[in-house]
Protein backbone atom coordinates (compact mmCIF):
# COMPACT_ATOMS: atom_id res chain seq x y z
CA UNK A 1 0.00 0.00 0.00
CA UNK A 2 1.50 3.02 -0.95
CA UNK A 3 2.52 5.71 2.14
CA UNK A 4 1.46 9.44 2.17
CA UNK A 5 3.56 10.39 4.83
CA UNK A 6 6.04 13.24 3.75
CA UNK A 7 7.60 13.32 7.10
CA UNK A 8 10.51 12.27 6.05
CA UNK A 9 11.10 15.40 3.06
CA UNK A 10 13.32 18.50 3.52
CA UNK A 11 10.88 21.74 3.70
CA UNK A 12 11.88 23.08 0.06
CA UNK A 13 11.15 19.63 -1.44
CA UNK A 14 7.42 19.70 0.28
CA UNK A 15 7.24 23.62 -1.04
CA UNK A 16 8.39 22.40 -4.83
CA UNK A 17 5.90 19.11 -4.44
CA UNK A 18 2.88 20.70 -3.68
CA UNK A 19 3.18 23.54 -6.45
CA UNK A 20 3.80 20.20 -9.04
CA UNK A 21 0.72 18.41 -7.02
CA UNK A 22 -1.64 21.19 -7.60
CA UNK A 23 -0.63 21.85 -11.42
CA UNK A 24 -1.22 18.16 -12.44
CA UNK A 25 -4.20 18.36 -10.52
CA UNK A 26 -5.70 20.99 -12.41
CA UNK A 27 -4.39 19.34 -15.54
CA UNK A 28 -6.31 16.24 -14.67
CA UNK A 29 -9.34 17.85 -14.12
CA UNK A 30 -9.26 19.80 -17.38
CA UNK A 31 -9.44 16.80 -18.73
CA UNK A 32 -11.90 15.14 -17.30
CA UNK A 33 -14.26 18.13 -18.00
CA UNK A 34 -13.39 17.38 -21.47
CA UNK A 35 -14.92 13.86 -21.52
CA UNK A 36 -18.05 15.15 -19.22
CA UNK A 37 -18.76 17.47 -21.97
CA UNK A 38 -18.53 15.10 -24.68
CA UNK A 39 -20.38 12.47 -22.70
CA UNK A 40 -22.69 15.30 -22.16
CA UNK A 41 -23.33 16.26 -25.73
CA UNK A 42 -23.14 12.64 -27.23
CA UNK A 43 -25.82 11.61 -24.39
CA UNK A 44 -24.20 8.46 -23.57
CA UNK A 45 -25.61 8.22 -20.51
CA UNK A 46 -28.34 7.33 -22.43
CA UNK A 47 -27.27 4.19 -23.56
CA UNK A 48 -25.89 3.42 -19.85
CA UNK A 49 -29.81 3.54 -18.42
CA UNK A 50 -29.12 6.75 -17.18
CA UNK A 51 -31.81 9.72 -17.34
CA UNK A 52 -29.63 12.46 -17.13
CA UNK A 53 -25.65 13.51 -17.54
CA UNK A 54 -26.23 14.58 -13.49
CA UNK A 55 -27.59 11.30 -12.44
CA UNK A 56 -24.61 9.57 -14.33
CA UNK A 57 -22.18 11.51 -12.53
CA UNK A 58 -23.93 11.02 -9.51
CA UNK A 59 -24.57 7.23 -9.31
CA UNK A 60 -22.41 5.72 -12.12
CA UNK A 61 -19.14 8.27 -11.12
CA UNK A 62 -20.13 7.99 -7.73
CA UNK A 63 -19.84 12.14 -7.21
CA UNK A 64 -21.80 14.13 -4.89
CA UNK A 65 -24.46 15.99 -5.84
CA UNK A 66 -22.75 19.94 -5.67
CA UNK A 67 -19.65 18.41 -7.42
CA UNK A 68 -21.21 16.88 -10.34
CA UNK A 69 -23.44 19.87 -10.63
CA UNK A 70 -20.38 22.13 -10.94
CA UNK A 71 -18.28 19.90 -13.07
CA UNK A 72 -21.63 19.89 -15.72
CA UNK A 73 -21.95 23.03 -15.40
CA UNK A 74 -18.48 24.18 -16.53
CA UNK A 75 -18.16 21.64 -18.88
CA UNK A 76 -20.77 22.62 -21.23
CA UNK A 77 -19.82 26.15 -21.10
CA UNK A 78 -16.89 25.15 -21.82
CA UNK A 79 -17.69 23.49 -24.95
CA UNK A 80 -19.05 26.56 -26.24
CA UNK A 81 -15.73 28.32 -25.15
CA UNK A 82 -13.09 25.62 -25.42
CA UNK A 83 -10.48 28.70 -23.98
CA UNK A 84 -12.06 27.93 -20.49
CA UNK A 85 -10.22 24.08 -20.40
CA UNK A 86 -7.14 25.63 -21.14
CA UNK A 87 -7.53 28.54 -18.04
CA UNK A 88 -8.25 25.94 -15.92
CA UNK A 89 -5.25 23.13 -17.13
CA UNK A 90 -2.88 26.16 -16.54
CA UNK A 91 -4.21 27.18 -13.38
CA UNK A 92 -5.46 30.74 -13.93
CA UNK A 93 -8.92 30.37 -12.90
CA UNK A 94 -9.93 27.77 -10.35
CA UNK A 95 -13.03 25.72 -11.27
CA UNK A 96 -15.47 27.52 -8.51
CA UNK A 97 -14.59 30.56 -10.34
CA UNK A 98 -15.65 29.41 -13.66
CA UNK A 99 -18.29 28.11 -12.25
CA UNK A 100 -19.62 31.70 -11.16
CA UNK A 101 -18.15 32.84 -14.35
CA UNK A 102 -20.31 29.82 -16.24
CA UNK A 103 -23.70 31.92 -17.32
CA UNK A 104 -22.14 34.62 -18.33
CA UNK A 105 -19.29 33.51 -20.91
CA UNK A 106 -19.52 33.64 -24.93
CA UNK A 107 -17.34 33.29 -27.43
CA UNK A 108 -16.95 36.70 -27.45
CA UNK A 109 -16.12 37.86 -24.25
CA UNK A 110 -14.48 34.69 -23.13
CA UNK A 111 -11.33 35.96 -23.00
CA UNK A 112 -12.27 39.39 -22.06
CA UNK A 113 -13.41 37.72 -18.96
CA UNK A 114 -10.91 35.00 -18.27
CA UNK A 115 -8.04 37.82 -18.02
CA UNK A 116 -10.01 39.73 -15.95
CA UNK A 117 -10.68 36.68 -13.44
CA UNK A 118 -6.76 34.89 -13.57
CA UNK A 119 -5.59 34.25 -10.06
CA UNK A 120 -8.83 35.69 -8.17
CA UNK A 121 -10.45 34.64 -5.47
CA UNK A 122 -13.53 33.57 -5.39
CA UNK A 123 -15.06 36.38 -4.04
CA UNK A 124 -13.21 39.07 -5.95
CA UNK A 125 -14.35 37.13 -9.06
CA UNK A 126 -17.72 37.12 -7.35
CA UNK A 127 -17.22 40.96 -7.42
CA UNK A 128 -16.21 41.21 -11.32
CA UNK A 129 -18.99 39.70 -12.59
CA UNK A 130 -21.81 41.58 -10.26
CA UNK A 131 -19.66 45.12 -11.37
CA UNK A 132 -20.03 43.55 -15.15
CA UNK A 133 -23.65 42.12 -15.05
CA UNK A 134 -25.38 44.01 -12.07
CA UNK A 135 -28.48 42.86 -10.55
CA UNK A 136 -31.22 44.55 -8.86
CA UNK A 137 -31.12 45.45 -5.18
CA UNK A 138 -32.90 43.04 -3.38
CA UNK A 139 -36.36 43.55 -0.95
CA UNK A 140 -34.70 43.44 2.49
CA UNK A 141 -37.25 39.77 4.34
CA UNK A 142 -37.12 38.51 7.66
CA UNK A 143 -39.20 35.33 7.83
CA UNK A 144 -39.61 32.83 10.35
CA UNK A 145 -37.51 28.91 10.15
CA UNK A 146 -39.33 25.76 10.54
CA UNK A 147 -37.61 23.73 13.24
CA UNK A 148 -36.69 20.50 11.80
CA UNK A 149 -38.76 17.38 11.74
CA UNK A 150 -38.76 15.81 15.26
CA UNK A 151 -37.64 19.52 16.99
CA UNK A 152 -39.40 20.92 20.22
CA UNK A 153 -38.72 24.71 18.13
CA UNK A 154 -36.48 25.87 21.09
CA UNK A 155 -33.57 24.58 19.12
CA UNK A 156 -32.45 24.85 15.51
CA UNK A 157 -30.95 22.02 13.35
CA UNK A 158 -27.01 22.94 12.73
CA UNK A 159 -26.30 26.03 11.11
CA UNK A 160 -30.19 27.01 10.85
CA UNK A 161 -31.47 28.04 14.74
CA UNK A 162 -35.03 27.86 15.40
CA UNK A 163 -35.80 31.97 14.69
CA UNK A 164 -35.87 34.63 12.12
CA UNK A 165 -33.46 34.55 8.88
CA UNK A 166 -32.99 37.94 7.16
CA UNK A 167 -32.09 36.53 3.61
CA UNK A 168 -30.87 38.01 0.17
CA UNK A 169 -31.19 34.52 -2.44
CA UNK A 170 -28.54 34.22 -5.11
CA UNK A 171 -28.57 33.17 -8.57
CA UNK A 172 -28.82 29.13 -8.50
CA UNK A 173 -29.54 28.96 -4.91
CA UNK A 174 -32.63 28.07 -3.06
CA UNK A 175 -33.89 25.39 -4.91
CA UNK A 176 -36.53 23.17 -3.12
CA UNK A 177 -34.27 20.51 -0.73
CA UNK A 178 -31.36 22.49 -0.97
CA UNK A 179 -31.31 25.00 2.01
CA UNK A 180 -29.46 27.81 1.56
CA UNK A 181 -26.39 28.73 3.71
CA UNK A 182 -27.14 30.28 7.17
CA UNK A 183 -24.41 33.66 6.18
CA UNK A 184 -23.75 34.78 2.79
CA UNK A 185 -22.72 37.69 1.36
CA UNK A 186 -23.36 38.04 -2.29
CA UNK A 187 -22.24 41.46 -4.56
CA UNK A 188 -24.59 42.31 -6.69
CA UNK A 189 -23.42 45.55 -8.64
CA UNK A 190 -20.10 47.15 -8.14
CA UNK A 191 -21.53 49.04 -5.23
CA UNK A 192 -24.06 46.67 -3.37
CA UNK A 193 -23.96 43.67 -1.73
CA UNK A 194 -27.12 41.26 -0.71
CA UNK A 195 -26.45 39.67 2.84
CA UNK A 196 -28.31 36.98 3.99
CA UNK A 197 -27.89 35.16 8.28
CA UNK A 198 -29.74 33.92 10.08
CA UNK A 199 -30.92 34.98 13.93
CA UNK A 200 -32.39 33.64 16.53
CA UNK A 201 -35.30 34.56 18.41
CA UNK A 202 -34.15 36.34 21.60
CA UNK A 203 -31.44 38.61 18.51
CA UNK A 204 -34.67 39.21 16.63
CA UNK A 205 -36.08 40.68 19.49
CA UNK A 206 -33.31 43.18 20.21
CA UNK A 207 -33.26 44.13 16.88
CA UNK A 208 -36.97 45.01 16.69
CA UNK A 209 -36.30 46.84 20.57
CA UNK A 210 -33.37 48.79 18.64
CA UNK A 211 -35.74 49.87 15.59
CA UNK A 212 -37.79 51.06 18.19
CA UNK A 213 -35.18 53.26 19.77
CA UNK A 214 -34.37 54.40 16.67
CA UNK A 215 -38.22 55.95 16.21
CA UNK A 216 -38.54 57.83 13.31
CA UNK A 217 -34.93 58.19 12.40
CA UNK A 218 -35.25 54.43 9.86
CA UNK A 219 -38.13 53.43 8.65
CA UNK A 220 -39.24 50.07 10.30
CA UNK A 221 -38.43 48.59 6.60
CA UNK A 222 -35.02 49.91 6.54
CA UNK A 223 -33.16 46.80 8.00
CA UNK A 224 -29.94 47.47 6.20
CA UNK A 225 -29.74 51.05 7.51
CA UNK A 226 -30.01 50.19 10.84
CA UNK A 227 -27.24 47.26 10.71
CA UNK A 228 -25.21 50.09 9.39
CA UNK A 229 -25.46 52.15 11.97
CA UNK A 230 -25.14 49.30 14.86
CA UNK A 231 -21.99 48.73 12.99
CA UNK A 232 -21.13 51.98 13.15
CA UNK A 233 -21.51 52.25 16.71
CA UNK A 234 -19.65 49.12 17.58
CA UNK A 235 -16.20 50.15 15.76
CA UNK A 236 -16.43 53.07 17.68
CA UNK A 237 -16.76 51.53 20.81
CA UNK A 238 -13.86 49.15 19.86
CA UNK A 239 -11.72 51.65 19.07
CA UNK A 240 -12.56 53.97 21.95
CA UNK A 241 -11.38 50.57 24.08
CA UNK A 242 -8.76 49.48 22.11
CA UNK A 243 -6.96 52.41 21.10
CA UNK A 244 -8.19 55.36 23.05
CA UNK A 245 -9.50 56.54 19.91
CA UNK A 246 -11.87 60.49 20.56
CA UNK A 247 -12.41 63.41 18.40
CA UNK A 248 -8.84 64.56 20.68
CA UNK A 249 -6.64 61.64 21.70
CA UNK A 250 -4.25 62.18 24.23
CA UNK A 251 -0.65 61.28 24.21
CA UNK A 252 0.22 57.79 25.65
CA UNK A 253 2.03 57.70 29.34
CA UNK A 254 4.70 54.81 29.42
CA UNK A 255 4.40 52.82 32.35
CA UNK A 256 7.57 52.46 34.30
CA UNK A 257 10.03 49.37 34.39
CA UNK A 258 12.30 48.38 31.83
CA UNK A 259 11.17 44.83 31.29
CA UNK A 260 7.68 46.47 30.66
CA UNK A 261 5.91 44.77 27.86
CA UNK A 262 3.21 47.66 28.09
CA UNK A 263 2.16 49.47 24.67
CA UNK A 264 0.52 53.04 25.12
CA UNK A 265 -2.83 53.54 23.40
CA UNK A 266 -1.59 56.35 21.24
CA UNK A 267 0.78 54.13 20.03
CA UNK A 268 -0.99 51.06 19.14
CA UNK A 269 -3.20 54.11 17.58
CA UNK A 270 -0.51 55.16 15.37
CA UNK A 271 0.52 51.60 14.31
CA UNK A 272 -2.48 50.14 13.66
CA UNK A 273 -3.42 53.74 11.63
CA UNK A 274 0.18 52.96 10.01
CA UNK A 275 -0.63 49.53 8.92
CA UNK A 276 -4.18 49.80 8.59
CA UNK A 277 -4.74 47.26 11.25
CA UNK A 278 -3.04 44.67 8.95
CA UNK A 279 -0.06 42.22 9.51
CA UNK A 280 3.27 43.37 8.41
CA UNK A 281 4.95 40.66 7.26
CA UNK A 282 6.53 40.27 3.72
CA UNK A 283 7.44 37.08 2.51
CA UNK A 284 10.70 36.02 0.40
CA UNK A 285 8.81 36.36 -2.68
CA UNK A 286 7.24 40.05 -1.90
CA UNK A 287 3.45 39.07 -0.63
CA UNK A 288 1.98 40.79 2.65
CA UNK A 289 0.27 38.66 5.00
CA UNK A 290 -3.25 39.68 4.97
CA UNK A 291 -4.30 38.93 8.54
CA UNK A 292 -6.17 41.40 10.38
CA UNK A 293 -7.24 39.56 13.31
CA UNK A 294 -5.25 38.31 16.21
CA UNK A 295 -2.17 39.03 14.92
CA UNK A 296 0.27 38.65 18.21
CA UNK A 297 -0.65 34.97 17.30
CA UNK A 298 0.88 35.40 13.69
CA UNK A 299 3.92 36.90 15.40
CA UNK A 300 4.40 33.71 18.06
CA UNK A 301 3.54 31.28 15.31
CA UNK A 302 6.32 33.33 12.86
CA UNK A 303 8.84 33.24 15.23
CA UNK A 304 8.88 29.53 16.65
CA UNK A 305 9.03 28.83 13.06
CA UNK A 306 12.46 31.02 12.75
CA UNK A 307 13.91 29.51 15.63
CA UNK A 308 12.87 25.85 14.63
CA UNK A 309 14.49 26.55 11.11
CA UNK A 310 17.34 28.37 13.12
CA UNK A 311 17.63 24.93 15.06
CA UNK A 312 17.81 23.02 11.88
CA UNK A 313 20.60 25.07 10.22
CA UNK A 314 23.69 24.42 11.08
CA UNK A 315 25.89 27.60 10.49
CA UNK A 316 29.08 27.34 8.73
CA UNK A 317 32.46 29.60 9.42
CA UNK A 318 32.16 30.69 6.31
CA UNK A 319 28.81 32.09 6.48
CA UNK A 320 29.63 36.36 7.51
CA UNK A 321 27.29 37.06 10.50
CA UNK A 322 25.23 39.57 10.90
CA UNK A 323 26.81 43.25 12.08
CA UNK A 324 26.70 44.40 15.34
CA UNK A 325 23.45 45.76 16.35
CA UNK A 326 23.70 49.39 17.29
CA UNK A 327 24.42 50.15 20.74
CA UNK A 328 21.89 51.99 23.00
CA UNK A 329 18.73 49.52 21.68
CA UNK A 330 17.18 46.50 22.88
CA UNK A 331 18.84 44.07 20.24
CA UNK A 332 22.21 45.53 21.69
CA UNK A 333 21.21 44.58 24.95
CA UNK A 334 20.39 41.28 23.81
CA UNK A 335 23.49 40.70 22.06
CA UNK A 336 25.10 41.23 25.29
CA UNK A 337 23.37 39.32 27.20
CA UNK A 338 23.81 36.57 25.14
CA UNK A 339 27.89 37.51 25.01
CA UNK A 340 27.39 36.94 28.99
CA UNK A 341 25.65 33.73 28.69
CA UNK A 342 29.12 32.58 26.95
CA UNK A 343 27.94 32.32 23.48
CA UNK A 344 30.29 33.32 20.60
CA UNK A 345 30.25 36.69 18.73
CA UNK A 346 28.99 35.59 15.97
CA UNK A 347 26.24 33.20 16.81
CA UNK A 348 25.19 36.02 19.40
CA UNK A 349 24.32 38.43 16.03
CA UNK A 350 22.80 35.43 14.36
CA UNK A 351 20.52 34.63 17.32
CA UNK A 352 19.48 38.60 17.45
CA UNK A 353 18.45 38.70 13.59
CA UNK A 354 16.05 36.44 14.55
CA UNK A 355 14.28 39.42 16.52
CA UNK A 356 13.71 40.99 13.08
CA UNK A 357 10.46 40.38 12.41
CA UNK A 358 9.36 41.26 15.68
CA UNK A 359 10.55 44.94 16.34
CA UNK A 360 7.74 46.36 18.76
CA UNK A 361 8.22 42.66 20.98
CA UNK A 362 9.67 43.50 24.60
CA UNK A 363 13.69 42.80 25.20
CA UNK A 364 12.70 39.95 27.44
CA UNK A 365 10.92 38.65 24.45
CA UNK A 366 13.41 39.05 22.15
CA UNK A 367 15.94 37.39 24.35
CA UNK A 368 13.32 34.39 24.87
CA UNK A 369 13.70 34.05 21.34
CA UNK A 370 17.07 34.33 20.07
CA UNK A 371 17.87 32.06 22.75
CA UNK A 372 15.77 29.83 20.70
CA UNK A 373 18.57 29.79 18.24
CA UNK A 374 20.67 27.49 19.93
CA UNK A 375 20.37 24.13 21.54
CA UNK A 376 18.94 23.68 25.12
CA UNK A 377 21.89 24.42 27.01
CA UNK A 378 19.86 24.44 30.60
CA UNK A 379 19.84 27.86 31.20
CA UNK A 380 17.10 29.28 32.75
CA UNK A 381 14.48 31.99 32.52
CA UNK A 382 16.20 33.57 35.81
CA UNK A 383 19.87 33.30 34.70
CA UNK A 384 18.57 34.96 31.41
CA UNK A 385 17.01 37.77 33.03
CA UNK A 386 20.17 38.30 34.80
CA UNK A 387 22.13 38.17 32.14
CA UNK A 388 19.80 41.15 30.78
CA UNK A 389 19.91 43.35 34.07
CA UNK A 390 23.45 43.21 33.67
CA UNK A 391 23.55 44.30 30.39
CA UNK A 392 21.78 47.81 31.45
Given at each position: MKSYSLKHLPDDAVSRGICSAEATTNEATADFLAFIAEHDARKLYL?????S???????????????????????RAALRCPAVFHALAGGQVHLAGLRILAPHLTPENVDDLLT?????????I???????????????????????????GDEGAPGHPAGFEMTAPSAGEGAPGHPQPATRVMPLSAEAYAV??????????????????????????????????AIEELIAKIERKRFAASAMPRGGRHRSGANSRYI????RRAVCQRDKCQCTFVSESGRRCEMRGDLGFMERKRAEA?????????PRESDAPPPEPPAGTDEHDVYLALRSLGHRDGDARRAVALCADV??????????????????????????????????
Open positions: PAAYSMLSFCVEGLKLSDDVAKKLIHVAAATHKTRTEEELVAARFPREPIAAEVRPIEPPAGSTQFTRNAEQDERFRYLQDLLGHKVGRGDIAKVYSLSADVAASAAKKRTPEASRQDKLRLALKYFPQRGHSASSSARAMASSD
